[in-house]
C-alpha cells in the first residue's frame, strides 16, 4: 500500500534528530521503471526540511523563505536525519538552518527564515487572476513513460499541457496549472513546499529527448500564507517557467497564486545537467 503523504510528512523524534522514513512512492524516478532508479523527490524533502526547523526548534511564526542545497541524493528505505538549529531568534524574525543525513552521509543543508506579518503599506504586482478552473479538461493528466512516482500524490488541471517531452519546442518553455495535493486537505506550509516543486522541470517540454538533470540548490519566498478563501479545496494556481538551459546548468521559476490573484509565494530552481 502506498504511503500516504501525511505519514511521509511525519517527523519523530529521535535523541538530538528528528528522523523521516523514505519510501520509493515519493521517486522523482519515472514510474515507468522502479522507484528505485529515481531519488527522493525534492519538493517532499524541502516540506521535510521546514518542518523540521519549526518542530525541532518550536517555531511558531510564519515560514517567509527556504533555501535548501541538495549535497548527495538520498536513498530509499532508509531513514534519514534532521538536525536543525536556532541561527538567531528575534522579537519579529527568526533564522534557522537544518542538516540532513543517513548516517555519514550528508544529504541536505537548508537555511530558513521565519516571522510574522504586521500591517503596513501593501503593493502586490504579481496579483494576476487564474483562469478559470471549471473550464479546464480535467483529463489532461501527467501520464506515460516519464510520469514521476511523485506525481500520484498530486491532483492537476491544465491551462497549458502537459508538454513534457517537447511540447513546447520552439516556444517558452512554460506550464500554467491549478494544483493540490490529492488527500484533498487544506494547504498548509508543507503542501505548499511540496507543491512548488511537484512538476517536471520546464526545461523537459522544450525537448523532445531532455537532457537528465539533478537539483541543486532550490529557494522559496512564502508571500502570503494560503488559507481556505484562497485555496479552496486546497486548490492554487502555479506558472512554471524556465529561463535559462547551457552552460551545464538549467534554472527556473514557479509562481503559485491563490484563486482571488493573491500571489502565495514563489520558487527558483538550479539544476545540474548529467
Known amino acids: 500500500m502506498p504511503q500516504s503523504l ?6 519523530t523524534p529521535d535523541g538530538a534528530l528528528l528522523t523521516a522514513e523514505l519510501t520509493g512512492d515519493f521517486s522523482n524516478g519515472p514510474q515507468s521503471q522502479p522507484p528505485e532508479k529515481g531519488f527522493p523527490f525534492g519538493g517532499l524533502l524541502a516540506a521535510l526540511a521546514a518542518g523540521a526547523m519549526r518542530q525541532g526548534l518550536g517555531l511558531t511564526a510564519p515560514l517567509r523563505t527556504l533555501t535548501v542545497q541538495y549535497l548527495a541524493a538520498a536513498r530509499f528505505e532508509r ?8 541561527v538567531r531568534g528575534g522579537r519579529t524574525v527568526a533564522y534557522a538552518a537544518v542538516e540532513a543525513g543517513q548516517g555519514e552521509r550528508h544529504t541536505l543543508h537548508a537555511m530558513a527564515t521565519y516571522g510574522g506579518d504586521s500591517e503596513t503599506v501593501q503593493l ?5 487572476v487564474p483562469p478559470a478552473f471549471d473550464g479546464l479538461d480535467p483529463s489532461k493528466q501527467i501520464r506515460g513513460p516519464m510520469a514521476p512516482w511523485f506525481t500520484q500524490y498530486v491532483d492537476y488541471r491544465f491551462e497549458t499541457g502537459p ?3 517537447g511540447g513546447n519546442e520552439g516556444k517558452d518553455a512554460v506550464e500554467r496549472l491549478w494544483m493540490r495535493t490529492k488527500d484533498g486537505k487544506p494547504l498548509d506550509e508543507a503542501r505548499l513546499c511540496y507543491l512548488l516543486d511537484a512538476l517536471y522541470p520546464p526545461a ?10 539533478t537539483s541543486v540548490d532550490l529557494r522559496y519566498d512564502i508571500l502570503t500564507d494560503p488559507t481556505p478563501e484562497t485555496a479552496p479545496d486546497g486548490w492554487a494556481f502555479f506558472e512554471y517557467r524556465m529561463h535559462e538551459i547551457g552552460a551545464g546548468w538549467t534554472v527556473d521559476d514557479v509562481i503559485c497564486w491563490g484563486a482571488d490573484g493573491t ?10 545537467l548529467l
Open 6 to 11: 501525511d505519514d511521509a510528512l511525519r517527523l
Open 79 to 86: 531513514s534519514v536525519g534532521f538536525r536543525p538549529r536556532l
Open 124 to 128: 502586490r504586482p504579481l496579483t494576476a
Open 163 to 165: 508538454n513534457i517531452l
Open 204 to 213: 523537459w517540454t522544450a525537448f523532445r529527448r531532455p537532457p537528465m538533470m
Open 263 to 272: 500571489p502565495l509565494a514563489l520558487g527558483r530552481q538550479r539544476r545540474k
